[in-house]
C-alpha cells in the first residue's frame, strides 16, 4: 500500500509559481499512475493532472494544460507538479492521487474515484 505526503503549497500573488511535492512510501509506487486532483470551497474535487507508470505519458486538465507540469521520480517515490501563471481560480487544496487499478496502457482516469487519497493535501491560495 502506498502512503503519500503533499508539501509546497502556500500563498502566492497571482502569475506567481509553485512547486509542489508528493513523498511516497510503499515498494509498489512505481507501478501506479498518479495524479494532482484539487478541490476548492463549495465545489467537488477535480483532475488537474496525471501521469503514467513510467513518466512516459501525462494529462492535464484543459483549465491547467500550459501552466502545470506534472513530473514523477521512480527512484525517489516522487511526484511533483510545477504551477506556473498561477491564478486566483487555482486556489484550492491540491491532493496527491494513487490510481486504485494498475493500467499496464497509457490510460489515465480523470475520475476522483478511480484513485485513493492517502495525503492530507496541501493549500495553495493565489490572491488576485
Known amino acids: 500500500q502506498v502512503q503519500v505526503a503533499e508539501s509546497g503549497g502556500g500563498l502566492v500573488q497571482a502569475g506567481g509559481s509553485l512547486r509542489l511535492s508528493c513523498a511516497a512510501s510503499?515498494?509498489?509506487?512505481?507501478?501506479?499512475?498518479l495524479a494532482w486532483f484539487r478541490q476548492a470551497p463549495g465545489k467537488e474535487r477535480e483532475f488537474v493532472a496525471g501521469?503514467?507508470?513510467?513518466?512516459?505519458?501525462?494529462s492535464y486538465s484543459v483549465s491547467v494544460k500550459g501552466r502545470f507540469t506534472i513530473s514523477r521520480d521512480n527512484a525517489k517515490n516522487s511526484v511533483s507538479l510545477q504551477m506556473d501563471s498561477l491564478k486566483p481560480e487555482d486556489t484550492a487544496v491540491y491532493y496527491c492521487?494513487?490510481?486504485?487499478?494498475?493500467?499496464?496502457?497509457?490510460?489515465?482516469?480523470?475520475?476522483?474515484?478511480?484513485?485513493?487519497?492517502r495525503g492530507q493535501g496541501t493549500q495553495v491560495t493565489v490572491s488576485s
Open positions: 492521487a494513487v490510481a486504485n487499478t494498475i493500467y499496464y496502457s497509457d490510460f489515465i482516469s480523470r475520475r476522483s474515484l478511480d484513485y485513493d487519497y
Open positions: 510503499g515498494r509498489t509506487f512505481s507501478s501506479y499512475t
Open positions: 501521469i503514467t507508470r513510467s513518466g512516459g505519458g501525462t
